[in-house]
């Protein structure tokens, strides 16, 4: 493994900011992984705000976020919604940054999401074909037996 600093996360090419290949050869060498193809890169997305300032001062300059986005960064830092979620209004938008980040769910979700708070209910519509029958790793915790993808999209779903 290489102790060489990582190159720029993304880069400017022709007008379109990109994962920077290089970065790209770096990371799967640290990772011991196969070179990826670089047909089929993806581009960046940008979870938190450590994100968006490591990309800011890789390309050097900055990066606005777009109006709603900023937006809903203001309205998490309201105390009357950040102490309702149980944290302190200068935390929330880190800790909702790391669980997007997780997922890799671009911050610019933040504000659709923020918009569910308006139903009263929410309903889904989930998959009940055959291969939902089939059994995943995860345990039921009050049976201790492995759970169907059935359960287990239940017990994820329900409040």
């Known amino acids: 493994m290489s102790s060489a600093p990582p190159p720029k996360k993304y880069v ?16 799967d060498a640290q990772s011991g992984a196969p070179p990826s193809d670089p047909q ?6 940008v979870s938190s705000m450590d994100d968006h300032m490591q990309l800011n001062d890789d390309l050097g300059k900055d990066i606005p976020l777009s ?7 203001q309205m998490m830092q309201e105390p009357e919604i950040s102490l309702e979620a149980g944290m302190e209004p200068d935390v929330m938008v880190d800790a909702i ?18 918009m569910l708070s308006e139903f009263q ?13 089939c059994p995943t790793d995860s345990i039921n915790p009050t049976t201790r ?8 999209a239940q017990s994820l779903l329900s409040f």
């Open 97 to 114: 940054g790391q669980v997007l980040a997780k997922y890799e769910v671009p911050m610019g979700l933040m504000n659709k999401l923020m």
């Open 121 to 133: 209910s929410l309903e889904f519509i989930i998959d009940d074909s055959g291969s939902m029958q």
């Open 40 to 45: 089929n890169m993806q581009l960046p997305v």
């Open 12 to 27: 400017t090419i022709n007008g379109v900011m990109k994962l920077n290949p290089e970065y790209k050869k770096w990371k």
């Open 145 to 152: 037996q492995p759970m169907t993808r059935w359960q287990e």
């Open 67 to 73: 109006e709603s986005t900023n937006a809903t960064i």
